[in-house]
């Protein structure tokens, strides 16, 4: 298994790490895709810089007229690790970006959790998308305007004082049921992504590690041990 391709496995307080790097470079910023984690251009080219935030490890997504996504392989049952949080910081969000209209569907930060649905999975899993949004109230809920397997939740909206880190915590199988109308099945793959290619503009944000965890996590800074 190559490291690209390791999955986390939970440690001892029922929790798994989706670090944003298996291991941090000597020198940081340090361009380019993290350890851990793969990446797909939609339209040009994908900017991820890994960096020290104050004491904060995180990735830095660009994106100019661009549209990409970080993904990362994670087995999980969300029946039994339900809670998924993690922390991230907008720097400049694409002014008239609108999840609710497809053709300016862009956000800077993204998350999304993906659920396989074989034979099929490239085509025909479910997906749900936590994003910080430009304009679309916070509690929007709507099937991406691009694709019908995507269901979409606003968590953020606009830009918060002083370009502060915010700290998300979602119940994966709540959410899964109230889109989908259907128990959770496991989750195969979570994703990050950033796009201003509909917009035509620019954005820029900073999301740190992920974790899914049994009961809600007080702490989502990944643990010094998880960078190998």
């Not at 956000?107 to 025909?124: D, E, K, S």
Request: hydrophobic residues 40%.
């Amino acid at each position: 298994m190559t490291p690209a391709r390791r999955v986390p496995l939970p440690d001892g307080e029922g929790r798994i790490w989706l670090p944003v790097a298996d291991r941090v470079p000597f020198r940081l910023p340090a361009e380019g895709i993290p350890l851990g984690w793969t990446s797909k251009e939609f339209v040009g080219r994908a900017s991820v810089e890994l960096v020290r935030d104050g004491a904060r490890l995180a990735m830095r997504l660009r994106s100019d007229h661009s549209s990409f996504a970080l993904y990362r392989d994670v087995v999980v049952d969300p029946n039994e690790f339900p809670y998924l949080s993690w922390s991230w910081k907008a720097v400049h969000l694409p002014p008239r970006g609108d999840v609710r209209e497809r053709g300016a569907d862009d956000q800077a930060a993204q998350v999304y959790v993906i659920f396989p649905r074989w034979p099929a999975p490239l085509t025909n899993s479910d997906v749900i998308g936590y994003v910080w949004d430009s304009r679309a109230p916070v509690g929007t809920r709507i099937t991406s305007t691009k694709a019908g397997n995507v269901k979409i939740i606003v968590v953020e909206s606009g830009m918060s004082p002083r370009e502060a880190w915010r700290v998300q915590e979602r119940h994966v199988a709540k959410d899964y049921q109230a889109l989908f109308g259907r128990p959770a099945p496991r989750v195969g793959q979570v994703a990050l992504m950033i796009d201003t290619d509909d917009t035509k503009s620019a954005a820029e944000a900073l999301i740190g590690g992920l974790v899914f965890a049994r009961s809600p996590v007080e702490n989502v800074e990944i643990p010094t041990s998880m960078l190998r």
